[in-house]
């Protein structure tokens, strides 16, 4: 073996600012989808604008489609409430650990941009004996926007200056002066110290700013005056209270408790405070006892019948775990039936002061898994459908695939069939549409395609800033599966009256529907799926009803291979019969791999109506015009018994664990020992030689490099294709190119097979057959995770379609191709047909990662390779030369799903899963940066400034200063990602060139004839030829 060592090349200036121009890593674009673990909401009526608090300490505002703000409190922590001061684009946030936080919707150069001004720390953090009672269970910012009202576990409320947030001691409402005078008919329990509870809930007087009710836990009511500091009314209850609304005259106010029932209070107007009594009681789902009503909204309309709108209140043994809002008008009333948790819930009505009457036009109730907003103005109370905050988790997602670019006529044709799909049931527009939105509209259409749990796929519109959903696919009817019900099930009881509302479903009815690959053809419109039961079906777009029945084939990927027993679970079955589907993608061709593990690659063809897929046993090549298979190759191992085990199967080989984790620590310790053996040998040579050298600066030392072991082929399911390539290329010979298919599995090999594929409007019209040209053995043999051609100048092959229709540039014939092979260590780029190394990037043993990810991406017109890494940082390099170009930490390297849900487009952006509800896009293109242009207009006296720093107490030095309660945040802003560094990783492209075992096959006429023969025995693949007979002995 040869190692050739060259000196590296200095800086180029020059190379560098072309960098800069093209490379510009923006994680902090957008973020699709929704908040996970959502704990508090809020809106302003007055700005149309909505807010959204996270249990991780994220914030969130939503206006109008495109305006949208967000941030997080650091250190992070539960928003347990939050309330708009309205009108000022100011928001206040009160966290589990006590804290209080305002947020600015702050102007700027390039819009609007939500910054956190002011972080207090208030007493009575939760946990710490003596100050419990201090513990703030709830706020109310005044009409007036100049107090804050804070209800605490000790039943005082406090007050605080606003915008300053500076206390007022002076103002401090304790139990013991609510009850201060003897007023007649006040039970004496009422009486005695902290026997009122704490402060459940501040409401403050619709028509009489200063006045507030203050609801506390065990059911007493107080009207209380601010402006005069005095008591205007009590009100007795009961029972334990939950919530409090009032009715917009002011004359009443609705109270919520918590044995399923609310009350109406009426307000008296004398001046002598009375003890009042309820007028009357409700309780909707009683006599039997129930959950509490932990929110009553009471809105008032011109019609003269109020709108009654609570959460909760069931039976507790009948429905006491449905998450259920009730909606009573009149003769009227609807239970919301939903399948998450409700967070909170806010109605869109009239809140001018010259309005009599509410007239409320929307419900907006947010979910712990999703936000539904219902039109209140038309017969049914039907859903308005979402711009934004899209549902993607309605079942868990289990892959995903994007779509560049996509065709005027695909993109009609899949919107048209989403709306015949879901029609719309309401004319009614989105209700938050506060702000105003800058971002130009998207110069190209983008699909994002997500395959679920349920074996569902979901098109999303990925063009601009928002994600929405344009189109449902599912493959459930396609399938005999558990969870079939039959049409005689028993019918939803009359009362309650439930109405099942949202798409959130967390069942699956049969796991083995799983969609775990995608592959579309924009320009045919064909799409494929992969299943986890090994399923692959082959679709096609129509925009008509179809009955019609699929055609199914079955390949044995093992090739009767004896000794091997598949102890996983069953295949689908197939419906039999004619199916009625749609319009919209159809199934056409379903293909079923035997043994059914899943999927774990596909590659589609549509120009040769050809499909490849791959499992953990092997790869298969299909043929759907025709409807016959071509190929089926076993890629096991003779020790590789975990593979037949398959993903559901809960039958372990706990010896052969047990015996590989040994091996490994042994390995480990030997090739540890031999390593400081060989460092410190060569760390004596290396002293004599600097020695020897001096301070000499201008010698180039080629940096150490770790020690990579190669990998044993009888590791753990190493006959797993990772990958498939389709590529028109040279792989016969330097002089005439044609189709080609290139599968790469986990023991590192790369099989590269010559496929005949004929014309199918020529004259010949016959199978296509496939012959095995060339098999590579990567010497460390690790896993291959991607396989691509590149033409004669290092670009990307054009995609099926594209040359033929003149949408792309033709194939370059001048110059010799390549193929890059990456592997989880190494990226290599080949000479074809001839297999000749021309560049090698070695990751592992230069910086120690190992890659998870590549894709061929287009920047700025020029062509870059992106990598992914176990380390969660995104690095570019150049084809086919795999020059460094840049390299950024995008994913914390702990989150191993969202390395694994990472998908990247061709124009250099990336989406990534940051939990199970929100996909995170991130750019490494100038071009391509999708960010939040909005603006919002606020309304705010010079008189209400925050000042720089928030005193705490009134008169006294502020807590930063002194050693009283520290501030979380301070005036510190969202955080912003560093800019994008463009520094250069050492990396060795030329030297150390191993030599790869590569066994080369058309030369052989014995495999010929075999094809041949085996076309003869086999009459299912008589259509063509198939190769699965045979067992190529190449290692």
Sequence with gaps: MMKFRFKRQGNDTQREKAKQDVFAFNKQTVEHGFPSQPSALAYDPILRLMAIGTKSGAVKIYGSPGVEFGGRHVPGGAVTQMHFLLGQGRLLCLLDKNTLHLWEISPGDKGSSLDKTLSITLPGRPGVEGVRASRVTTLLPTRRCDLLCMGTEGGAVRTLALPSLAALEARMLLQDQVLQRRVSGVPDEYKCGRSLGPVESLQEHPRYPGKILIGYSRGLVVLWDLNTWQLDALFLGNQSLESLSWERSGRNFVSSHSNGSYVLWAVGGSRCPPVCRPMSCTRPYGPSPCKAISKILWRTSESGIPLVLFSGGMSRASYGDRHCLTVTQGDTQVALDFTSRIIDFFTVHHTEDGDRFDDPTALVVLLEEELIAFDLQTTGWPVIPSPYLASLHSSAITCSYHVSNVPRELWQRVAAAGRLQSPSQTAAKWPISGGNSFASAPKQKDLLLTGHEDGTVRFWDASGMSLTPLYKLSTASVFQTDGDHSNSSAQEEEWPPFRKVGLFDPYSDDPRLGVQKISLCKYSGRLVLAGTAGQVLVMCLNEEWSDHVISSSVIDLLQDRKGFTWKGHDQLDPKAGRIRFMPGFQPVVLVQCIPPASITTVALHAEWNLVAFGTSHGFGLFDYHFRCPVLARCTLHPMDTIAMEGPLSRIKSLKKSLHQSFRRIRKSRLCGQSRLLVQGLAGKESSKQLGEQGDSRDADVAPVQRRIEARSAEDSLSGVVRCLCFADTYLRDAAQHGPTLWAGTNAGCVFAYALKVPLRSGSWGGAVEAILSKEIQLTHRAPVVGVAVLDGQGNPLPEPYQASWDLATSLDVQASHSVLIASEEQIKVFSLPKITMKAKLKLTANEGC??????????????????????????????????????????????????????????????????????????????????????????????????????????????????????????????????????????????????????????????????????????????????????????
């Design 850 to 1035: 190992r890659i998870r990810k590549v894709a061929l991406v287009s920047l700025a017109g020029s062509h870059a390779l992106l990598c992914l890494t176990n380390l969660g940082d995104v690095q570019a390099f150049s084809v086919p030369g795999l020059r460094p170009q840049g390299r950024e930490n995008c994913i914390h390297r702990e989150d191993v799903s969202g390395m694994a849900s990472c998908v990247f487009t061709k124009t250099g952006q990336g989406f990534y899963l940051i939990s199970p509800s929100e996909f995170e896009r991130f750019s490494l293109s100038k071009c391509q940066v999708s960010s939040s242009l909005c603006s919002v207009e606020v309304q705010r006296n010079s008189q209400t400034a925050v000042p720089s720093t928030p005193p705490w107490r009134s008169g006294t030095p502020s807590a930063s200063s002194t050693g009283g309660p520290p501030s979380l945040g301070g005036q510190d802003g969202v955080r912003i990602s560093p800019g994008f560094s463009c520094g250069d990783i050492v990396m060795d492209t030329t030297g150390d060139l191993t030599v790869e075992d590569v066994k080369d096959f058309l030369a052989s006429v014995d495999e010929m004839e075999n094809n041949l023969r085996n076309r003869s025995t086999n009459d299912w693949h008589s259509a063509g030829i198939l190769i699965n007979g045979t067992v190529w002995n190449v290692l």
